[in-house]
């Protein structure tokens, strides 16, 4: 009867705590903009929170998988005792794991889902390095030749097979390029 009691208050709670109010009123969209873009987190920031949520994201998955391995583990070290084998194929009354077995497991899963963030990490890492590059590549230089002659300048396509020589203009001054 307690727990249920305590049960019934904990969901009240969340309901009530998820409630819009009515006294309040609904900011408009503009509102929204203005607060949501007024402050930004810095990439590190970010880049932890990303972290933080795949690794513990990661974690079940991994503890599922090692605790498989580690239930092989123990029947193939009992010579495939039926109280030894793992989750599936258990009988009705297994062997409880020992403190280093939880031990053991617990820290092969965490090492795994902090792995896999770190792999993410260097992922992202080298994307975003990659699109820099791209956005910030300059143009290649545009090459113009011109010949100088007595007719002044002249503009000679690049595609063109006539030979050609470039001298300085007569008065030795080199008209401003730009």
């Known amino acids: 009867m ?14 009530i705590e998820n409630m819009p109010s009515c006294a309040q009123a609904a900011p408009s969209s ?40 580690i239930d092989l583990d123990r029947a193939s070290k009992q010579n495939w005792n ?28 965490s090492c795994i889902a902090v792995a896999v963030a770190i792999t993410d ?3 992202i890492k080298i ?6 590059e791209q956005e910030f590549k300059p143009d290649p230089p545009i090459i113009r030749r011109i010949q100088y002659g007595s007719s002044g300048e002249q503009e ?3 595609d063109s097979n006539a030979e050609y020589k470039i001298t ?11």
């Open 168 to 178: 300085p203009p007569e008065n030795g001054q080199v008209k401003g390029g730009g």
């Open 121 to 123: 990490h260097i992922i």
């Open 2 to 15: 307690k727990q249920l009691l305590i049960l019934f208050f904990i969901v009240v709670f969340f309901l």
């Open 127 to 132: 994307k975003r390095k990659k699109k820099r």
């Open 30 to 69: 503009e509102d929204a903009a203005k607060t949501e873009t007024s402050f930004e987190f810095p990439q590190w920031a970010k880049d932890i929170r990303r972290a933080d949520v795949i690794s513990f994201g990661v974690f079940p998955f991994a503890w599922f998988v090692t605790s498989i391995i």
């Open 82 to 109: 039926a109280d030894y084998r793992p989750w599936p194929a258990a009988s009705q009354t297994p062997v409880p794991w020992t403190n280093d077995e939880y031990f053991r497991a617990i820290a092969a899963a």
């Open 156 to 158: 000679i396509s690049p």
